[in-house]
């Protein structure tokens, strides 16, 4: 299944923010690199994602009076968790992680660039409307299968997942080559939420 033209690849937020000595270091966050190269060499097809927020995002805790990361806020398109500054444009941060090997990648999807709304999916912003563009690349190159992998299991990759096989797509996620954040016991609630939408779980591949 793995090398047909119809399934991809998405490999999710391996950047070095979300790496242990970044801004939002996810525990052993490092330790998927050389799985995902691995990975990467049974697939065609491609796509990597990267988080790319300005510096006034509304995300970022130090942007919301009176607020600490890991709180929670209510915006207009409904609740959202404040985060350290991660990922901004252009930094070190956002830089995929240098071991990554970002040869093969032949689409990357920046997310999160808009400064008023947060965007964990790959297919939409958390507005659940806004989209990336990605589910009509997929479309376009006849993939009709999706495996993803990255960080973190429980947000960017829990809700690219829901996304994925709530349009339609067979979605798989490879745990083993993924690490989350697990926030409040996020991780359990998103692997369920996976579970529900029909998403395939799966250690290795």
């Known amino acids: 299944m793995n ?18 000595g970044g801004a939002l270091a996810i525990n052993k966050g490092d330790e998927i690199v050389a ?11 491609i796509v990597f994602t990267q988080d790319w927020h300005p510096e006034d995002h509304v995300s970022f805790a130090a942007n919301q009076p009176n607020s600490a990361p890991f709180e929670t806020i209510e915006l207009s398109y409904g609740t959202q968790t404040l985060w350290p500054s991660h990922c901004v444009m252009g930094s070190n941060g956002a830089a995929f992680h240098a071991d990554l ?30 989209a990336t563009g990605l589910h ?18 429980d947000y960017c990759v829990a809700w690219s997942a829901i996304d994925a096989a709530n349009l339609g797509l067979e ?14 016991g996020s991780l359990e609630a998103q692997t369920q939420a996976m579970k529900r939408a029909g998403v395939n779980l799966v250690e290795t591949l």
């Open 3 to 20: 090398s047909s033209e119809s399934t991809a690849l998405i490999v999710i937020d391996v950047q070095n923010d979300f790496c242990p």
């Open 35 to 45: 799985p995902v190269n691995k990975l990467m060499d049974q697939f065609n097809n």
């Open 101 to 130: 090997d970002t040869s093969k990648c032949q689409m990357i999807v920046r997310k999160g660039f808009r400064s008023k709304i947060d965007s964990y999916s790959a297919f939409f912003e958390n507005d659940h409307t806004t």
């Open 136 to 153: 009509g690349y997929l479309r376009d190159r006849s993939i009709s299968n999706v495996v993803m992998v990255g960080l973190a299991t």
């Open 171 to 184: 979605t798989t996620v490879v745990l083993s080559a993924c690490r989350a954040i697990d926030l409040d």
